[in-house]
Every structure is written in C-alpha cells, then in structure tokens.
T-cell receptor, first 110, second 116 residues
Framework: KQEVTQIPAALSVPEGENLVLNCSFT??????LQWFRQDPGKGLTSLLL?????REQTSGRLNASLDKSSGRSTLYIAASQPGDSATYLC?????????FGAGTILRVKS | EAGVAQSPRYKIIEKRQSVAFWCNPI?????LYWYQQILGQGPKLLIQ????????DSQLPKDRFSAERLKGVDSTLKIQPAKLEDSAVYLC??????????????FGQGTRLTVV
C-alpha cells in the first residue's frame, strides 16, 4: 500500500527566501509524481507533474525533482513571495491509485 | 479547455439527512476520482471510475455513500444518512489516463459539506 509523507507540516519564511518542500513515498513503482497548490477554501491547482522517466520539471520559480530509487521528490521555490502562501500537496500515481500526502502549509511573510 | 465543474460549492445539512454532489469532468477524460478532504488532512480517495466502471471503491463507506458515473461522463456522489464526521470538502478530479499516456489529474473547486 502506497504511503506518502510530506515534511515539514508547516513552514514560515521571510519574503525572498528560497525554500524546499519534501515528499517521500514508500512504493517506487509509480507512473508520476504531481505537485499541487491549495488555497484556503479552494480546490487543488496542479503545479508540476514529473513522469517516472524524468528527473525534474521546472515552471517559473518552481522546480520539482524526482528520485524514484530513494522514494523522494522535492519542490524548490525560488525567491518566495507572500502570494506563494498556501498548502502544497504531493501525490503519487501508481497501481491505478493517486495517493496524497497531508501537505505542507507555507506562509511567506512580507 | 473548461475545467472540472462541481456543484454545489457549499452545503449545510443536519445529521441523518441526505445530500448529493455533482461533478462534470473535463471532456474526454477517462478517469474520474472522488476524494474526501477533512480539515488539516490530505485528500483521501473515496472512489475511482474509469469510463463508467468502478476501478477502486475500497475506502468508500458503502453503508451510507454511493456514487455513479452516468454514461462515462458526469458523476454524482450521495451520502445517506449523513453523520457529523462526514463534514469535509469533497473533491472531484479527472484525468485522461490511461488513454494516450497523459497522467495529469485536474481538480474541481470542491464542495464544502457541513453536517450539524
């Protein structure tokens, strides 16, 4: 059974700082690893998707990496802004199931 | 392209009442998911459809929850009777997968259910 863990559970940083969010998964037989953003009271917005054959994906200030052998993915946010404040969720697709972690609550202080 | 549509956005009901949620996925997406997200937790899969067939409903409380996907397109999730612990956000998502190899999942805005 796939289990996804995200560390830290919450993070508070000053504006402009670079930061890393961590995601680990127990079953390395995955099709992809997807990162989402969730604003309070809203649904999930897809940020980046890394296919199992890829090592990383980039979109603007975001960079996500995937290491299947160690069961880890990281989301790197460069030059953080107050507008980046949200909950960040990772999800692993494998064995027909999309399994989520509990998320990291990010607060960027101005 | 239009996103995943869900309705209603909010619902408040008393315990033991029934409620239904509706989802219209992105056109052409074969896979449809219903997730339950309790405050402070990650989404938990309730049921997954591929076209109009159920792929996984192992975490669906079948004594009170039911779901169907009409003609492999729209889907409804029903709770009857509701309990206090059903208070959560219900998220619908769709994905082209496994057709064509595109595995990206897209989510609707969710329905926030409060049971009082």
């Amino acid at each position: 059974k796939q289990e996804v863990t995200q560390i830290p559970a919450a993070l508070s940083v000053p504006e402009g700082e670079n930061l890393v969010l961590n995601c680990s998964f127990t079953d390395s037989a995955i099709y992809n690893l997807q990162w989402f953003r969730q604003d309070p009271g809203k649904g999930l917005t897809s940020l980046l998707l890394i296919q199992s054959s890829q090592r990383e994906q980039t979109s603007g200030r975001l960079n996500a990496s995937l290491d299947k052998s160690s069961g880890r993915s990281t989301l790197y946010i460069a030059a953080s802004q107050p507008g980046d404040s949200a909950t960040y969720l990772c999800a692993a697709l494998g064995g027909n199931k999309l399994v989520f972690g509990a998320g990291t609550i990010l607060r960027v202080k101005s | 392209e239009a996103g995943v549509a869900q309705s209603p956005r909010y619902k408040i009901i008393e315990k033991r009442q029934s409620v239904a949620f509706w989802c219209n996925p992105i056109s052409g997406h074969a896979t449809l998911y219903w997730y339950q997200q309790i405050l402070g937790q990650g989404p938990k899969l309730l049921i997954q459809f591929q076209n109009n067939g159920v792929v996984d409903d192992s975490q669906l409380p079948k004594d009170r929850f039911s779901a169907e996907r009409l003609k492999g397109v729209d889907s409804t999730l029903k709770i009857q009777p509701a309990k206090l612990e059903d208070s959560a956000v219900y998220l619908c998502a769709s994905s082209p997968w496994p057709v064509g190899g595109n595995t990206e999942a897209f989510f609707g805005q969710g329905t926030r259910l409060t049971v009082v």
